[in-house]
Nanobody, 121 residues
Framework: VQLVESGGGLVQAGGSLRLSCAASGNIDVINAMGWYRQAPGKEDRLLVARVSSGGSKHFADSVKGRFTISRDNGKNTLYLQMNSLKPEDTAMYYC???????????????WGQGTQVTVSP
């Protein structure tokens, strides 16, 4: 499975961006998909949002009410709509996908290269 992100960039606080993630390869094995982010100078990565194959969604508390996640299975594409962006949303955003064992392990097997989102004050 290959994941390719796009849509990152520089935006002012209060603005919006939509990230896209195109999946290719053996996509039939994909269960959940989501977005992680890693802020500059931080080692930890935060699971920002995810959507399961059944459609259930989860969001980090810091983005609830501002970010939405959607999945177009026909286009094999995952989206992250980010509204009311804040400087603290500045990070590298990674698209992730999990295989069939996701419900047992919660682990994501496939990662994209990342797309940079920078929010200026």
């Amino acid at each position: 499975v290959q994941l390719v992100e796009s849509g990152g960039g520089l935006v002012q606080a209060g603005g919006s961006l939509r990230l896209s993630c195109a999946a290719s390869g053996n996509i039939d094995v994909i269960n959940a998909m989501g977005w992680y982010r890693q802020a500059p100078g931080k080692e930890d990565r935060l699971l920002v949002a995810r959507v399961s194959s059944g459609g259930s969604k989860h969001f980090a508390d810091s983005v609830k009410g501002r970010f939405t996640i959607s999945r177009d299975n026909g286009k094999n594409t995952l989206y992250l709509q980010m509204n009311s962006l804040k400087p603290e949303d500045t990070a590298m955003y990674y698209c992730v996908a999990a295989g069939p064992h996701w419900q047992q392990t919660g682990e994501y097997d496939y990662w994209g290269q990342g797309t940079q989102v920078t929010v200026s004050p």
